[in-house]
């Protein structure tokens, strides 16, 4: 909830109606109440009670934050600034084009407090920084209140405003962009709260989710990130993912690609744990060669024969997966130069694997420090230890 300004908007008062003047049967009430709270008083203190007046007590009063209507859902009430506001962002999370809020305030500047509160929701509330264009309004005066016929331009459609997702934590974006990834979709949204963090992390995280999902990953898409707004405790993140393929074709190579992972792991079920991880490695030397050059994908090596140390790892992580063998991508150096190779957990623990090593190495498991020996680096924290 954005935090209420101060503006003094409140009810009328109705100018120029009279003073309100109580009745006399309402002042002899009045006048009669101390007296018999007095004497409820010192009957509690003659009869013991007097702890149960010198206790603390709490006051609760919910607070709705529903917009008050006047009978149609387009023509809402506000009493404060706040409520105001709420009108406005009412208005946007229905889509509305247009829409009709009764002022009922004394104040005489009520073109400012609505250029506010406009200029609040466009550019501080999460949802009106990232779908609308601008709110424009027209204000009349009526006896008893000003009446605000506002138009909403937006930037966003319907269904790009509806098709946002709730995600807190890292493990739930992680989550929804992979979900994104192994669909194939062009963009994923999501109203993250309590974010605080960048646009370089929400890619990181996407490059991570890619790699989650070898079987899928069939060319790393361009990835896009913008926030709504830049800063808060609730967000809207918008993410847009440029695939170098139509779906069409990622949709035929995936389906293609689990086929032969089926096929291989129907070949490898007999074997368990460490001799079925060993065993798939060599498989997918037989079916291709490892060239620096060579695609990036599990289905390019399948496909064509041949692949990069990306392509290599992803082929055999998904393998792994097809296996229900616990494996992961790595992504680090050899002797200086960008390479990718694969930690598999074995009954000894983690170990590195490489697919694209010299023919006298490509069947052996490496803990960290054997690996680093051989001129592999990666960023610390990146993978699980093989010690």
């Not at 929701?121 to 000003?146: M, R, W």
């Not at 963090?197 to 913008?226: H, K, N």
């Not at 744990?273 to 399948?302: E, M």
Request: charged fraction near 20%; include cysteine; hydrophobic fraction near 35%.
């Amino acid at each position: 909830m954005t935090p209420a300004k101060t503006h003094p908007l409140g009810r009328n008062t109705g100018r120029g109606r009279g003073l309100f003047r109580p009745s006399a049967e309402k002042m002899g009430r009045c006048l009669r109440r101390p007296l018999l709270a007095s004497i409820v008083t010192l009957s509690l203190l003659l009869s013991g009670c007097a702890s149960l007046l010198e206790r603390d007590y709490t006051s609760v009063t919910p607070h709705n934050t529903a917009p008050a209507t006047e009978g149609d859902p387009s023509t809402l009430r506000a009493d404060s600034y706040q409520e105001l506001v709420n009108a406005l962002i009412y208005f946007i999370s229905g889509g509305m084009e247009e829409g009709t809020i009764r002022l009922y305030t004394d104040a005489e500047d009520v073109e400012t407090f609505l250029a506010d509160a406009c200029l609040e929701v466009v550019q501080e509330d999460p949802l009106g920084a990232y779908c609308v264009e601008f709110i424009k309004y027209h204000v009349n005066s009526v006896v008893t209140y000003f009446q605000a016929d506002v138009q909403i331009t937006y930037r966003r459609t319907r269904e790009q405003v509806s098709s946002i997702v709730q995600a807190t934590g890292v493990t739930a974006i992680r989550g929804e962009l992979s979900t994104a990834l192994t669909a194939f979709a062009p963009e994923r949204t999501l109203r993250i709260s309590y974010f605080e963090e960048g646009e370089e992390f929400i890619q990181t995280l996407a490059r991570q989710a890619y790699y989650d999902a070898p079987a899928f990953a069939l060319g790393m898409p361009e990835i896009s990130v913008s926030i709504y707004p830049n800063s808060g405790r609730q967000r809207i993140v918008e993410i847009l993912l440029d695939y170098p393929l139509d779906r069409s074709e990622l949709e035929s190579r995936q389906e293609e690609l689990t086929q032969s992972l089926e096929r291989l792991s129907h070949d490898l079920s007999g074997l368990s744990g460490q001799r079925q991880a060993l065993a798939a490695a060599h498989t997918l030397r037989q079916i291709g060669v490892f060239d620096p050059q060579g695609g990036d994908s599990a289905y390019d090596l399948f496909h064509s024969g041949s692949a990069s140390s990306e392509g290599f790892s992803l082929a055999y992580a998904a393998l792994c997966q097809q296996l229900e063998l616990t494996c992961q991508v790595a992504q680090g150096y050899l002797d200086g130069t960008p390479h990718f190779w694969n930690v598999v957990q074995t009954e000894q623990g983690w170990r590195h694997l490489d697919l694209t090593a010299s023919q006298e190495e490509n069947s052996a498991l490496y803990t960290d420090s054997q690996l680093l020996e051989l001129g592999y680096t990666w960023q610390e924290g990146s993978l699980p230890p093989c010690s």
